[in-house]
């Protein structure tokens, strides 16, 4: 069998510094504490970590997270297919769902996958975000931005406001708490930061960091890195002295921290999924859902980029329609 075991996992992980946050072994073990269940897949192809849920009555969903896949390779990859759709049958999911680790070319046609990967309608992870290049001195990477994000830098720092690493995990969910009745998105339990924060930092795969102004926290986020790639998964603020811009300093402190770590790439995680012409019309009047993050994220100066068409694999056709019917497969990170 190619399933593996999580110490052999982690020796994979090693060998792939490429390899996406959302299939290190550490996620791996978050998820298995919140309702999810990890199996590990080795092939000659690759191997992935798959997330299985379960349902009542026996049954489950799956979700292959951001494997080291492009769409071709996916395609060429039939030993691994069966194997994922061999563990899905044993487990009587209802379907697989899958977002490969790979940006889309939207100047190209779309990719053509195999037959039994249908293209889905939902996702779980945002499927468009901005790429910031952390390549270059701190002044070329100041420099890609757009001058009033540099100038919004410079006056948290001028008003007083520092940035330094936190490990007040209640604080944070107390926060996070309120930035979500304030801005409308679902946030997780304390114990789930808690346990990311007792897998990741250990290993230097994540830190906790606090913009504060005379000992007070106005803003905090969880940035993590693995290999080259940074991403911004967790963020929060107050409504006090806004006006210091602490979370522009704040995210100029995690973009600090990831390129000191040696990557090269900071993910803002999650803007509208809709292209650039759109978003630069419709970011100074529209504040739902991504909307309200668009306008501060657009000015780091990075890159627009939009994930490849997730895909489903069915294994029971009149459930998986009456489960995408009625609800989300999940949450996102």
């Known amino acids: 069998m190619p399933e593996i075991s999580l110490s052999e996992w982690r020796a994979f992980i090693l060998a792939h510094p490429e390899i996406h946050l959302l299939q290190m072994a550490e996620w791996g073990e978050l998820k298995s504490g919140f309702g999810w269940r990890a199996v590990r897949l080795l092939t000659a192809e690759t191997g992935v970590q798959l997330l299985l849920r379960k349902l009542p009555f026996g049954l489950t969903i799956a979700y292959l997270p951001k494997p080291g896949l492009d769409p071709a390779r996916w395609v060429r990859a039939e030993t691994l297919r069966a194997e994922i759709d061999a563990v899905c049958r044993r487990n009587r999911a209802i379907f697989c769902k899958i977002e490969l680790d790979c940006w889309q070319d939207e100047s190209a046609a779309p990719p053509a996958y195999d037959a039994k990967s249908l293209p889905s309608r939902q996702d779980i992870q945002p499927p468009r975000t901005i790429l910031i290049d952390l390549r270059g001195s701190e002044d070329e990477i100041l420099g890609r931005m757009k001058q009033k994000t540099r100038y919004n830098i410079k006056l948290a720092e001028k008003k007083d406001v520092s940035v330094r690493p936190w490990q007040d995990l209640a604080a944070f969910h107390d926060m996070l708490q309120a930035t979500g009745r304030r801005d409308g998105f679902g946030v997780h339990s304390l114990a789930y930061y808690q346990r990311a924060y007792e897998l990741f930092h250990p290993i230097g795969g994540c830190e906790l960091l606090v913009a504060e102004y005379e000992g007070r926290p106005l803003a905090a986020l969880m940035v993590f890195a693995h290999g080259r790639r940074a991403w911004y998964v967790y963020g929060a603020s107050t409504d006090e002295e806004r006006n210091r811009m602490p979370t522009y300093l704040l995210q100029w402190a995690a973009m600090r921290w990831a390129k000191a770590r040696g990557c090269d790439e900071y993910d803002l995680w999650g803007v509208p999924d809709e292209d650039e012409p759109t978003l630069e019309a419709g970011f100074e009047s529209r504040r739902d859902g991504?909307?309200?993050?668009?306008?501060?994220?657009?000015?780091?100066?990075?890159?627009?980029?939009?994930?490849?068409?997730?895909?489903?694999?069915?294994?029971?056709?009149?459930?998986?329609?009456?489960?995408?019917?009625?609800?989300?497969?999940?949450?996102?990170?």
């Open 290 to 333: 991504l909307w309200g993050v668009y306008r501060f994220k657009r000015g780091f100066g990075g890159e627009l980029k939009r994930a490849v068409q997730v895909l489903d694999r069915v294994y029971m056709p009149w459930l998986y329609r009456l489960y995408i019917s009625r609800r989300s497969v999940g949450e996102a990170a």
